[in-house]
């Protein structure tokens, strides 16, 4: 059969390293192997009920019908309480625009205010899909390697170093993915200082991981006064929520963007599930108890992966601030030989050797922008991580 002659496009961007592991696990698992997921970045907890409830509800009062673009005007208005409540920041419902997922709303960012050739900085490691989204644009992602000894946070001097006259974005995660690292206030407070002197850069926030933070209360940098009105903040219900499968994120944006932003979206996919957005209200607005509950969960799991993987000789781990992941150092087993006699040349070829023969799935660093590491997740039981663990070392000590 003659091969497909598919649009050009494809080639500007690679698929998330993150769902390729995920959908190697499921293979191998429906082949019978015993695969412990240490990929993914889902919680393993269900939506708590009271926002189960609330879907029920809806469907029951017949919310089955098209809504706005860019969501119902109750959610906007449910949304911006929360962003006041809990972020000090004000906004007014036309500037939310709600999508199907936070994933979508980097897209429609991007696509609205990324021109081919514009310069974007990314701070590495970052999330997969910031990079291959500016790709995608036409743009042009400046990575900039950060050091793990300053927390893999980008100072004011890396920052100020890599902006141009092309310069249009900056795109960072706190808490971050994979890192888990979590700017403080002072750190955003010193890179402002940067961004003034550089009036036309737009700020995207994503904070998705806003509430796994265990350092303390979360803080914005739109919270800066200098910078809110060139900060696009991006969150959802995914993570804090347990909602992955519901995809609903939303973004916060200045007039212009936002109204840029839902022109995109009624293109490509209209309003995210009418079902979704009556029960993200009840989310937004009810009772966190549940979510304090996972956090505690998770700062549990934070400890014990910090033990384990200090067990394990040749591995350097910093302890993540937020989020649930760790990044470790796994440089030392480069180079090294499995048991096949196959040399490990790079971190690729540990997690496929880690997924292949210990079953355990991880993800790659260099889908991250740094391939001396690889990211675990522990949003997974206590005995699936022991158990993960235990097949890590084992596999590990294999190596020689």
């Keep these: 059969m003659q091969e497909m002659d598919l649009s050009s496009l494809l080639t500007r961007f690679k698929e998330p390293e993150t769902l390729k592991m995920a959908k190697l696990g499921r293979e191998l698992r429906a082949q019978g192997f015993d695969i412990t997921d240490l990929s993914l970045g889902e919680p393993d907890f269900d939506t708590p009920q009271h926002i ?7 469907i029951e009062q017949n919310f089955s019908h098209y809504t706005p673009v860019a969501g119902y005007l109750d959610l906007r208005q449910a949304i911006c309480d929360k962003l006041q409540r809990d972020n000090s920041l004000l906004f007014s419902p036309e500037q939310i625009v709600v999508s199907t997922g936070a994933k979508q709303c980097i897209a429609n960012l991007v696509l609205a205010v990324v021109d081919a050739g514009d310069e974007v900085i990314i701070p590495t490691p970052y999330w997969v899909t910031y990079s291959e989204i500016v790709k995608l644009a036409g743009g042009v992602p400046v990575l900039v390697k950060t050091k793990m000894e300053n927390g893999f946070k980008i100072t004011p001097e890396e920052l100020e170093a890599n902006i141009s006259e092309r310069t249009k974005l900056f795109m960072f995660s706190s808490p971050c993915n994979p890192t888990g690292a979590v700017y403080a206030e002072d750190e955003l407070q010193k890179l402002a200082r940067v961004f003034e002197k550089h009036q036309d850069i ?19 940098i739109a919270q800066i006064p200098s910078l809110k009105n060139r900060t696009i903040v991006i969150n959802g219900l995914s993570k804090g929520y347990a909602m992955t499968g519901w995809r609903l994120g939303y973004l916060a944006a200045p007039v212009d963007i936002a109204k840029a932003c839902d022109k995109i979206q009624g293109q490509f996919t209209s309003a995210t599930c009418s079902i ?34 200090n067990q394990i000789p040749g591995v350097v781990c910093s302890e993540p601030p937020g989020a649930f992941y760790i990044f470790p150092v796994v440089k030392t087993f480069l180079g090294k030989k499995t048991p096949d006699g196959e040399t490990i040349h790079n971190t690729d070829e ?14 790659t660093g260099s889908a991250f922008g740094e391939p ?13 991580i022991k158990k993960g663990f ?3 070392k084992t596999a590990l000590d294999s190596l020689s």
């Design 52 to 58: 189960k409830k609330a879907a029920i509800e809806a």
């Design 202 to 220: 737009l700020i995207m926030s994503d904070e998705i991981y806003e509430f796994i933070n265990y350092t303390g209360k979360h803080f914005s």
């Design 276 to 309: 979704t957005q009556r029960a993200a209200i009840a989310a937004l607005s009810g009772d966190m108890q549940p979510t304090q509950m996972m956090i505690e969960a998770f700062k549990d799991r934070r400890n014990l992966v910090m033990e384990l993987i």
């Design 350 to 363: 540990l997690c496929m050797f880690l997924l292949n023969k210990a079953h355990v799935s991880t993800v």
């Design 372 to 384: 001396d590491c690889i990211r675990i997740s522990f949003a997974n039981s206590i005995d699936n």
């Design 390 to 392: 235990a097949k890590i």
